[in-house]
């Protein structure tokens, strides 16, 4: 079984910025994609961004040129850089790993857009 461990969510006014980490148990390089997804309270979960092993990375919309999603192969961590945050993206955000035949999710961390 595959672990995702999750770290760097938080309270942030409008405007600023967090950083998520996603870390699992394998190799990053184990994985077909890896990525984020994010729910809100009464909404679908909901594709955020996703970096795949090769190839270009793939972004929500109303992300595109606010969130970065990186790897750092050395840390064995994925990341997702939020700038600019609003209050829509208030949500749970989850860590998501693929291979063939599965999909493993981490345990959400909680980021809160507020003033």
């Known amino acids: 079984q595959v672990h995702l461990v999750e770290s760097g969510g938080g309270l942030v006014q409008p405007g600023g910025s967090l950083r998520l980490s996603c870390t699992p148990s394998?190799?990053?390089?184990?994985?077909?994609?890896m990525g984020w997804y994010r729910q809100a309270p009464g909404k679908q979960r909901e594709l955020v961004a996703e970096?795949?092993?090769?190839?270009?990375?793939r972004y929500a919309y109303d992300v595109t040129g606010r969130f970065t999603i990186s790897r750092d192969d050395a840390q064995n961590t994925l990341y997702l850089q939020m700038n600019s945050l609003k209050p829509e993206d208030t949500a749970v955000y989850y860590c998501l790993a693929q291979r063939v035949g599965n999909t493993y999710w981490g345990q959400g961390t909680q980021v809160t857009v507020s003033s």
């Open positions: 970096k795949p092993n090769t190839g270009s990375s």
């Open positions: 394998d190799s990053v390089f184990s994985f077909n994609v």
